[in-house]
């Protein structure tokens, strides 16, 4: 397989695929990585000689990605989802176990080769976890310790992956509540057909109708968005579908891609219509990799239905096609203007803007990028009406909204409700009990105390990109503040100080404390931290990386003064455990190897 890399008419093949294009960098290397699963120095090599770029370029843009590898790892490679959820789950219970019988240390090779064994951030089965991906292209799910212990053996006995029970990798969509997006899909095509009839114009009028608003967080006006790319002069208009879903808990957007897609691709070239765009693409997160072939196959159903290509619908002129782009393991390239780096073969950077991407986008052309969820919604608003949308949920949130219900309850899955839903109705309806907490919109979302659980899902009030984390009061939400304070550190780019250092910060104030070292100073820093890095941040990511801290610590505090040894300052250089490796090397443990002068 090896030998392959390196046979120059294998690579050349793979580049001329890819049109020697420069921007599918990040596609040729995930490409060229799955023949050996890793990316050695010479076919990088290759790689920049082939498409132009210089080394330190596509050195610069593989070291980015998680998914990309420039060291050799093992034949096999498991990952283990790491959300909080998948810990309540047990997962690290069962990542030990796995360890243990594969005789492999984790975040490790294993000796011969053959095995390594990680953690990721979520990847996006909070609702059939603890869950793994294997390879980067298949996932199992429901792990239990008989599932470990099956899996530790095929993996002994070299049983490629595609060979294992297909049960292992069976994906539920888990769709617990239906309202209109979940609901039975409409005709493909039908949409279209309506927004033809209207014009390119009245179609926008209508989706301003609607009020409709964007699902990936930051809430936008759709109508505005599109009304500002269709304005924005260029050579070339884009349209983006992001379902880069990397928010942990957050698993809605599978299941709309996974049962329908057609309306997301629908609602894809509606926007095209609208803003003249010609390409299209579905920036799909590199964990989804498993969905690929069934999103292919409705692409390819849609054109050969005339819904995609030349000519859509039978209207000359009309020329749009849609691509998918997978994603290679960066939270960060959720935000716009990193998906849009990403997708011209970058590291997922965020931009400085203005400009925004409706304005210059991908390769500087006015670019609409929408959630999956919004896109769905654009295709039941151009086929029911702006008014239709309008009269559902509140005077300020208009429509549906769909959750992913996780954690401590007896119905996770997807549940579409109107805005304006209250909390403890879906509470009520996933079957949790004695709750202490709801996490809502991820960790960069709104921790919910039980006193807030009257409180209204709608922009206006409590809003979500889809998370609902559910924890019993069994919990210890200091833990569930920490586990996320891990994955903002270790998912930031590093690309501006104040995200890069607070966040290393967070987590070395919140471990001092974890470790019983903390004092009530500790947690004004943390304070202080906050404030810093919601104003001093580049992008989202680093703004809202303290959210659930500050959340956990109005609302939970027992749960951090537990564990503050002095309510006064306490140094978070601990002398003592610093020397024991010293102590370990010269074999002593008198009382100056502890650091303490000797006593006569
Ligand atoms: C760190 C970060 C991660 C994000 N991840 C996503 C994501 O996974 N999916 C998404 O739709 N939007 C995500 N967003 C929001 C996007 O930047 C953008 O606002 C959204 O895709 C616009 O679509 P909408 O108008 O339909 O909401 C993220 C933002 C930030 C700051
Ligand atoms: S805030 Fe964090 S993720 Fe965003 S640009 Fe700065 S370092 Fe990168």
Redesign the pocket.
Known sequence: MAADLFDREALDALLARHGRDPHRLVQVLRELQAEAGWLPPAALQAVAQGLGLTLAQVQGVAGFYRFLHLRPVGSYRILFSDNVTDRMAGSEALLADLCRRLGVAPGRVSEDGLVSVDRCSCTGLGDQGPALLVNHQQVVTRLDATRVAQLADRVRQRVPPAWWPPEWSRVDDNVQRAEVLLAAPPAPGAALEAALARGAAATLAELDASRL????????A?AT?WRLAREAPGAEHVVVC??????PG?FK?RVLLSCHADEVFEGMTLAAFVTRARLGFVYL?GEYRFLLEGLEAVLARRRAAGLLGRGIAGRAGFDFDIEIHLGAGA?????????IESLEGRRGT?RIRPPFPVQQGYRGWPTV???????CACTHVALRGGAWWAAIGTPKSSGTKIHSVSGDCERPGVYEYPYGTRVERILEDCGARDTQAVQVGGP?GTCLSAFEFGRRIAFEDVPT?GAFMVFDRSRDMFEVARAFAHFFAH?SCGFCTPCRVGTALVVKRLDKLAAGHGSRHDIDVLYELDKLMHTATH???G??ACNPLRDTILKFRPAYERRLKSLHFEPAFDLDAELAVARRLTGRDDAAAHGREETA
């Open positions: 608003r964007g699902r990936g967080g930051a809430g936008f759709t968005k992001n379902a880069d879903e990397g928010e957050t957007d997160r939270y960060v390239c959720g935000e716009e203007s990193s998906l965020p990028v929408n959630n999956v969820e919004t896109f960069s990109a998912e992008c989202g990511l703004a809202t």
